[in-house]
């Protein structure tokens, strides 16, 4: 199975900073990867897929990039509604896994 | 409104069985790949078992296996999941996922979670 490992686990962040979260794979997963938002008590949020492609309704702030085994989640300015626990996830021959997760946390 | 709804959760003893549900309303269902992924308390998510639009297709996690079983009932605009042999280590939050159309693996509606307790 491909291993997905995010970095940093937890990562504190205040209001207006830039914030960046890795993925690596364990294998090249040719860009079936995407992104997950999620805030304690609720279901997981779609926020980028195929490495970079914003969902629709996502504000513009989020964006993703990389391909083969590395991958990152940017967040241009952070803002109040985006501190919560991030999520990559790969897709391959109809297999899927997540990372851990990366909290960001207000500083 | 785009909407899956999960029900069937519940406490069980080890080595007993359940059946999880998720309804689908405000999409074509029959359309689309339906999956469920798991949540285990304070825990990251975990994919459990996914379905292609036909059940042609049907895969599971080495987690479960042999013990678990994916459906579909079209007809219903349902998706169920089949929970045999449980263990505690099946304790989780289940969420039933849409598969997003073209992207394969990637989940752009998910139900709000059942809860499955394993414990004696």
């Known amino acids: 199975d491909i291993q997905m490992t995010q970095s940093p686990s937890t990562l504190s962040a205040s209001v207006g900073d830039r914030v960046t979260i890795t993925c690596r794979a364990s294998?090249?997963?040719?860009?079936?990867l995407a992104w997950y938002q999620q805030k304690p008590g609720k279901a997981p949020k779609l926020l980028i897929y195929?490495?970079?492609s914003l969902e629709s309704g996502v504000p513009s702030r989020f964006s993703g990039s990389g391909s083969g085994t590395e991958f990152t989640l940017t967040i241009s300015s952070v803002q109040p509604d985006d501190f919560a626990t991030y999520y990559c996830q790969q897709y391959n021959s109809y297999s899927q896994t997540f990372g851990q997760g990366t909290k960001v946390e207000i500083k | 409104e785009v909407q899956l709804v999960e029900s069937g959760g519940g406490l069980v003893q080890p080595g007993t069985s359940l059946r999880l549900s998720c309804a689908a309303s405000g999409f074509t269902f029959d359309v689309y790949a339906m999956h469920w992924v798991r949540q285990a308390p304070g825990k990251g998510l975990e994919w459990v078992s996914g379905i292609s639009w036909n059940s042609g297709s049907i895969g599971y996690a080495d987690s479960v296996k042999g013990r678990f079983t994916i459906s579909r009932d079209n007809a219903k605009n349902s998706l169920y999941l089949q929970m045999n042999s449980l263990r505690a280590e099946d304790t989780a939050f289940y969420y039933c996922?849409?598969?997003?159309?073209?992207?394969?693996?990637?989940?752009?509606?998910w139900g709000q979670g059942t809860m499955v307790t394993v414990s004696s």
């Open positions: 294998q090249s997963i040719s860009g079936w």
């Open positions: 996922a849409k598969e997003k159309l073209g992207v394969p693996g990637t989940f752009d509606i």
């Open positions: 195929k490495a970079s």
